[in-house]
Every structure is written in C-alpha cells, then in structure tokens.
C-alpha cells in the first residue's frame, strides 16, 4: 500500500498545474466579449476552484497521514480530473470561436455555444465543482482534529462536528444523484445511434462513453473520499456522544420552552404551575426566575388563564411568552432547556417541532409507559432545581435526516426534508396489490423488497413500531440502522441492522401498479410516493439531546416498561388436593392473559385544543 505522504505529494506536484490550466481558461473565458450565459457562469465556477486549491497547500503532511492513502488519493484523482476538463474544455473553446475575431463572438458561433453545447458546458461545471466539494470537504476534515483539540467549549464542538457532518451529507446526496444521472445516460447513449441532430453530434459515440466513464470513475472516487471523510466526523462524533454521557454538564438555562398537550384539561393545568414556579423562583442572582416560552394556544385557555396568572404577577408579562413552529425553526439558540408534559408523545412533538438543531429535552411522564420519558412530575421541583443549578447528564440520540425526491424533477430541485427521531415507514398505499420497493444502500442494489412495507428505526425506535413488528432492539449507543420488513411476502426476509454511515435509497419501480405512502414518526408527514419516486435515507447532523437522571438508565428504563422482571421464577408450595375434592376447577390453567406490547406506535401531532 502507498504511503500517505508519498501520495500528499503527488497532490502536491499537480496542484499547480492545475491552478495553471484553470487560470488559462479563465483568462480565455474573461477574453470574450458578452460571452453568453453558459459559458459566463464557468467564470465563478474557475474562480472558486481556484481559491480551494491555493488552500489545499496549507494541509499538513502529517493531517495528510491521519487522513489516509484512500482520500489522498480521491483527492490527487479529483485535481487530475479537473485539470484534464479545463484543457479540453480550453480546446474545444477555440474550435467553438473559429468564426469570431478579436474576442467578439459572431452570430453563428454565439448560437453554436449557446444552443448546442450546454451539455458540455453543464458537464464541465458539475466536474469542476465535484472537484471543489472533494478538496474542501479533505481540508476541513483534516483540521478537524486539530479544531477539535483547541475547541474550549461544547458548543464550538457541536458546532464544528455539525458544520461538517451536515457538508459531508449534501455532499454524498449530490454525488449519489449525479452519478445515477451519469448511469441512466450511460444506458441511453448505449443504444442509441448518435446522428447529426444530437448534442454530441461533433463526437464519435465510443469517444462520449469513454468521456463518460471516466466522469463516472471521477465520482465514485469521490464518493469512496466522502463516506471516509463521513467515519473520520462520525467517528469524533461518537467519541463525543460517549465523553457526553458519561460526564456531567451544567448549563444555565434562562428560557426554558414547555410543551404540552393543550386539549388535556389536567396537563394544561399543570403547565400553569410548572410556568409561574419557573418565573417566581430566584435565579441567576435576580429576584425572578426564567422566561418561560409555552403554547400560542394557551394564551386564550380559561384552564390556562393566562391574564389572571399576569394580573397576580405584573412582573410576570415580559416572562411569559409564546414559542411558534418560526420559532423552533429559525432561532433554536433561543430556548435553553425544552420541557414535555404528555409522555413520549410530547417528547416526539419536540423533535417534529426542532427540525435543525435541537435544545436540551427534559421529558415528564405522564404516567402511560415511555422510553423517552423518564422524570416524575410529582418531583419537578426537585428535577428542574438540578438541572438549572447542578449539573445534568445528557444524551445526544441518533436521528434521521429523510429526502423525498420526485421523479421528472430538474436536477437541481431539491427535495423534500424531515429530520426524524423514531423511524420512517414506507408502505403500500390504497391498491391491495402487493408492494415491490427497491432498496438502495451507497448507490448500489440491494434487495427487493416484496412485502406490505418496511420500517427504517433508529435505535431510540427499536421500541416503537419496529418491537411490533418483530424487530430487534439496540441500544441507542450503537451507531446503526434497522431495516424491519412489514408482512414480507418471502419467508427469507428478516430485519437488518446496517451502518449508519451507508446512504440508503427506496425507490418505487417506474413500472409499479400502485402508489405507496412514507411515513415519519407515526403519521407526521405523511407523503405519497408514485412511481418513480424515491426516499433517501441517512443519519442526520441534528442529534437529538435528552436529559438523563442517570448514566446507563436505559436498561432501567427497558426493565420497568417492558416489564423484564414480571415473569420471574418464584418457588411455591404446593397444596395437595385432600381426599374427595372433585372441583374440576382446581386442575384449569388460567390462559387469558396479556402481553405487554412495549411502547405504542408513534404518536401523531398535538391536536388543537377544542
């Protein structure tokens, strides 16, 4: 196997080169007066990959080390590939401009660039900023380390770690979609007889496939660069999840968000009190306590009686407040500590509302079995005193980032995002006809899948849908994906437990006879999915934090909700049927009982209260 450095330094040696060329074409470029549209946009495309390759010469050798031979060489792979475009592109520049003198294009070969050769115009763009994401995506994460090392605060490490997870993860999106779009012309250009009225009419066919291919090896390096560059990041992320649960944190919260189920009478009443406790309390060396943000629903609730709780309290106006969905949106750094009254239900609710990054969670039990809440509220007092005044322990959980992209959309759309803590579910829609979904994982096939559905959990929704289902549960420290299938039609179909770092990918067949439904966290979102439809499916940037009352609560929690210890053997004495006692009853074995079915399937959105 090469050694790093020796491969840091073949970058080396062809980074200028590769400045070269790309300034070359620049300047031919910038020579051509009102050059159109396409060609003019290449100029910040060459402007930018310039300034990432004057950067490249400020990585390390030894940060080229810790990297490894795989994205030292993805990357010397990227600026050869770039090089190689921009002088060909320079070429076929000057054939293009044979008609036109002194840098001014004539009507003929204006209209030759601008309605005939956009292919290779989009074609050398997209390879240019393929290069630009590569060698970026290597600089960052070869500092990374370094930043971590000198990083004095946790937020500037969730920061960094976020930053870069949430790169790395468009990166990989753009790189999967163009390299389907390469394959599907790839099959197209296959066989089809090139004549003069196509794009590439000034090419030979095999020329184009080979052009192709070489673009499509280009992309698939890339690809390997960014799946490494994603462990490096995930591997620092988990280092840090677990250095987070096992220490205490102390952090002082001054607007603390509560969220509850306003059409519950009871609960609403006691947000009330958990909300004028909060704002009566000393805190901070003030005589007041927290801002307290609650639901725009409650400020016209007569169970809430938000006007007498401020004609009592004066002081309390400019404390109490509403959050909105905007809110949670755009400004989370806004709420220090989120509070959920109504069990996992409102804990889900969060997570719905926090789509991006997400504040701390302290969730209530409201008495039903829950996994993600686990402090009583007979004690809040107690609960909350320790986490705004003590320290906490926290845990970063595992969530979803889901992309629906439509078939026939322009390959620039974007598509559609939800960030889910429990799982997704794909599953067949209103035709009974059975649901044939193509599973992707890293842009390669993995199986069919012929069955009612499959439920893509996390491992915090291992005790959701995914247990009813006959799914395994996994510790929410495990860094993985659980594939569980729903009625699967073949008996050799089983639940999966895959990578987190794989991309996956379910498409619905463009020959499909049915439609199918995508589902997140319960029935949130609920999207329909035609034929030719497909759902991308990683882990997300955005972890979701829970506060914990201690560390290694989760086999607690399992044990009390799932009821572990129920069934445990007991010796018993026997009583011995006395002579003449012909009660047939006494021999019956009582058969009517019940089973626990864990938690309930994840809940739906907070309905308004009536």
């Not at 994401?133 to 004095?152: E, F, G, P, V």
């Not at 997704?424 to 035709?431: D, F, H, M, S, T």
């Not at 499909?512 to 439809?533: H, I, M, Q």
């Not at 990683?538 to 572990?564: D, E, H």
Request: net charge negative; with cysteine.
């Amino acid at each position: 196997m090469a050694d790093p450095l020796s491969v840091a330094g073949g970058i080396v040696g062809i980074v200028a080169p590769a400045l070269h060329g790309t300034r070359l074409l620049l300047h031919d470029i910038q020579n051509i007066a009102d050059a159109p549209k396409a060609v003019a946009s290449l100029t910040d495309d060459l402007q930018s990959v310039g300034i990432t390759l004057e950067a490249l010469k400020t990585v390390k050798d030894s940060e080229w080390k810790s990297l490894g031979v795989e994205v030292a060489h993805g990357s010397e792979l990227a600026i050869a590939a770039c090089t190689k475009a921009c002088e060909k592109f320079r070429s076929d520049l000057k054939h293009w401009t044979r008609h036109s003198e002194d840098g001014k294009l004539s009507w003929w070969d204006r209209t030759n660039i601008g309605f005939f050769k956009q292919l290779t115009i989009k074609s050398l763009s997209e390879q240019l900023q393929n290069c630009k994401i590569t060698i970026s995506m290597t600089i960052n994460i070869a500092t990374l380390k370094s930043s971590l090392r000198h990083s004095a605060t946790t937020d500037d490490i969730k920061s960094n770690l976020a930053s870069n997870e949430r790169n790395i993860t468009g990166a990989i999106l753009a790189t999967e979609k163009r390299i389907v779009e390469i394959g599907e012309r790839l099959q197209q250009l296959s066989v089809a007889n090139l004549t003069p009225g196509h794009v590439e009419a000034d090419y030979d066919k095999a020329k184009v496939l080979s052009e192709i291919k070489e673009e499509q090896a280009v992309l698939e390096s890339s690809r390997g660069v960014f799946k490494t560059l994603q462990a490096t990041v995930t591997e620092s992320s988990s280092a840090y999840r677990e250095q987070l649960g096992k220490k205490p944190l102390k952090f002082p919260a001054r607007n603390v968000m509560i969220i509850t189920k306003v059409q519950d009478i009871q609960l609403v009443a006691l947000t009330r009190e958990v909300a004028e406790w909060l704002m009566r309390t000393p805190r901070h060396n003030s005589d007041l306590g927290v801002d307290v943000y609650v639901d725009p629903r409650l400020r016209t609730s007569k169970y809430f009686n938000a006007t007498g709780l401020i004609d009592s309290h004066p002081r309390f106006e400019h404390m109490l407040k509403y959050w909105s969905p905007d809110l949670c949106w755009n400004s989370p750094h806004k709420i220090d500590l989120v509070l959920t009254l109504g069990g996992d239900e409102a804990v889900l609710f969060a997570s719905w509302l926090f789509q991006h990054i997400v504040p701390p969670i302290l969730g209530f039990s409201d008495g039903s079995p829950g996994f993600l809440s686990n402090f009583e509220f007979d004690r809040y007092k107690e609960h909350l005193n320790n986490v705004i005044d003590a320290s906490v322990y926290v845990y970063l959980h595992m969530r979803f980032t889901c992309t629906v992209f439509r078939d026939g959309a322009a390959p620039e759309a974007e598509g559609e995002h939800w960030e889910v803590l429990n799982e997704v579910v794909i599953k067949r829609g209103p035709r009974s006809s059975v649901s044939d979904f193509e599973l992707y994982g890293d842009n390669d096939l993995l199986t069919t899948i012929p069955a009612d559905g499959c439920i893509f959990s996390t491992p915090t929704g291992t005790t959701a849908y995914s247990l009813s289902a006959g799914g395994s549960l996994v510790h929410p420290s495990v860094s993985a994906i659980l594939l569980t299938p729903i009625y699967p039609h073949v008996h050799s179909f089983r639940p999966m437990v895959l990578s987190d770092e794989m991309l996956l990918r379910v498409s619905i067949p463009r020959n499909s006879r049915a439609t199918a439904y995508c589902l997140f966290d319960g029935d949130k979102g609920n999207v329909e999915l035609w034929p030719g439809d497909h759902v991308m499916i990683s882990a997300s940037q955005y972890p979701f934090p829970t506060i914990m009352k201690r560390p290694g609560q989760w086999f607690n929690t399992m044990s009390r909700t799932l009821r572990w210890d129920a069934r445990a053997m007991k010796p018993k004495a026997l009583d011995a049927i006395k002579d003449g006692d012909d009660d047939a009853e006494a021999w019956d074995f009582n058969l009517d009982f019940s089973i626990n079915e864990g938690q309930q399937n994840s809940a739906s959105a907070i309905p308004e209260e009536t």
